[in-house]
Protein backbone atom coordinates (compact mmCIF):
# COMPACT_ATOMS: atom_id res chain seq x y z
CA UNK A 1 0.00 0.00 0.00
CA UNK A 2 1.06 2.90 -0.75
CA UNK A 3 0.96 5.97 1.52
CA UNK A 4 0.78 9.88 0.48
CA UNK A 5 3.75 12.01 1.47
CA UNK A 6 3.16 14.14 4.42
CA UNK A 7 2.91 17.97 3.36
CA UNK A 8 5.81 18.62 5.50
CA UNK A 9 7.90 16.15 3.50
CA UNK A 10 7.22 17.48 -0.19
CA UNK A 11 9.20 20.12 -1.78
CA UNK A 12 6.44 22.82 -1.76
CA UNK A 13 4.90 22.44 1.88
CA UNK A 14 8.33 23.66 3.45
CA UNK A 15 8.48 26.81 0.89
CA UNK A 16 4.49 27.93 1.12
CA UNK A 17 4.49 27.37 5.32
CA UNK A 18 7.90 29.62 4.95
CA UNK A 19 6.57 32.52 2.09
CA UNK A 20 3.20 32.51 5.17
CA UNK A 21 5.59 32.96 7.90
CA UNK A 22 7.70 35.68 6.55
CA UNK A 23 4.31 37.58 5.57
CA UNK A 24 3.10 37.34 8.93
CA UNK A 25 6.62 38.76 9.84
CA UNK A 26 6.27 41.45 7.80
CA UNK A 27 2.88 42.26 8.82
CA UNK A 28 3.54 42.60 12.35
CA UNK A 29 6.31 44.84 11.40
CA UNK A 30 4.51 46.84 9.63
CA UNK A 31 1.83 47.27 11.95
CA UNK A 32 3.35 47.94 15.25
CA UNK A 33 7.04 48.89 13.87
CA UNK A 34 8.97 46.62 15.78
CA UNK A 35 10.35 43.48 14.80
CA UNK A 36 8.23 40.98 17.32
CA UNK A 37 7.62 39.08 13.99
CA UNK A 38 10.93 37.48 14.38
CA UNK A 39 9.54 34.91 16.70
CA UNK A 40 7.19 33.62 14.39
CA UNK A 41 10.33 32.89 11.76
CA UNK A 42 12.08 31.52 14.98
CA UNK A 43 9.53 29.30 15.91
CA UNK A 44 8.73 27.99 12.75
CA UNK A 45 12.28 27.22 11.50
CA UNK A 46 12.20 25.36 15.14
CA UNK A 47 9.15 23.63 14.93
CA UNK A 48 10.17 22.32 11.22
CA UNK A 49 13.53 20.96 12.68
CA UNK A 50 11.61 19.16 15.72
CA UNK A 51 9.70 17.76 12.96
CA UNK A 52 12.18 16.24 11.28
CA UNK A 53 14.34 15.08 14.24
CA UNK A 54 11.06 12.99 16.06
CA UNK A 55 9.08 11.50 12.46
CA UNK A 56 10.88 8.69 12.06
CA UNK A 57 10.21 8.43 8.28
CA UNK A 58 11.82 11.69 7.67
CA UNK A 59 14.94 11.09 10.02
CA UNK A 60 15.73 8.31 6.99
CA UNK A 61 15.73 11.03 3.87
CA UNK A 62 19.01 12.75 3.31
CA UNK A 63 16.76 15.39 2.18
CA UNK A 64 14.60 16.02 4.84
CA UNK A 65 18.01 16.12 7.70
CA UNK A 66 19.24 18.82 4.84
CA UNK A 67 16.53 21.06 5.49
CA UNK A 68 16.03 20.47 8.70
CA UNK A 69 19.69 21.93 9.45
CA UNK A 70 18.58 25.00 6.78
CA UNK A 71 15.94 25.59 9.39
CA UNK A 72 18.74 25.55 12.30
CA UNK A 73 20.52 27.89 10.49
CA UNK A 74 17.79 29.79 9.33
CA UNK A 75 16.59 30.01 13.58
CA UNK A 76 20.16 30.63 13.79
CA UNK A 77 19.93 33.97 11.94
CA UNK A 78 17.38 35.24 12.83
CA UNK A 79 17.80 34.88 16.76
CA UNK A 80 21.20 36.76 15.93
CA UNK A 81 18.69 39.27 13.77
CA UNK A 82 16.67 39.92 16.92
CA UNK A 83 19.62 40.70 19.20
CA UNK A 84 20.93 42.86 16.51
CA UNK A 85 24.39 40.92 15.71
CA UNK A 86 23.71 39.85 12.64
CA UNK A 87 20.63 41.94 10.83
CA UNK A 88 20.67 41.79 6.89
CA UNK A 89 16.50 42.30 6.87
CA UNK A 90 14.09 39.85 8.04
CA UNK A 91 14.35 37.92 4.67
CA UNK A 92 17.32 36.60 4.45
CA UNK A 93 16.83 33.59 6.77
CA UNK A 94 14.05 32.56 5.02
CA UNK A 95 15.78 32.37 1.45
CA UNK A 96 18.77 30.57 3.68
CA UNK A 97 15.67 27.58 4.67
CA UNK A 98 14.09 27.99 0.78
CA UNK A 99 17.51 27.88 -0.52
CA UNK A 100 18.46 24.99 1.65
CA UNK A 101 15.02 22.95 1.02
CA UNK A 102 15.30 23.45 -2.96
CA UNK A 103 18.96 22.31 -2.92
CA UNK A 104 18.24 18.96 -0.95
CA UNK A 105 14.98 17.96 -2.86
CA UNK A 106 17.31 18.53 -6.02
CA UNK A 107 20.33 16.09 -4.93
CA UNK A 108 17.44 13.87 -3.35
CA UNK A 109 15.97 13.59 -7.16
CA UNK A 110 19.53 13.05 -8.65
CA UNK A 111 19.98 10.58 -6.03
CA UNK A 112 17.31 8.12 -7.17
CA UNK A 113 17.84 9.15 -10.83
CA UNK A 114 21.69 7.45 -9.83
CA UNK A 115 20.19 4.43 -8.33
CA UNK A 116 17.69 3.24 -10.88
CA UNK A 117 20.60 3.81 -13.65
Not at 21 to 43: K, L, R
Not at 63 to 71: D, H, Q, R
Not at 88 to 112: E, I, K, T, W
Request: glycine fraction near 6%; hydrophobic fraction near 55%; charge should be positive.
Amino acid sequence: MDVATPFLETLWGPNLLAAIAADINFWIYASIGTNEGDAVGIAFFILFAAYVFVRPRARRQPAMIVSALGAIAAAVWMSLREKGTLDYGYLPPYVLFVVMVLASRAFARLRRREKRT
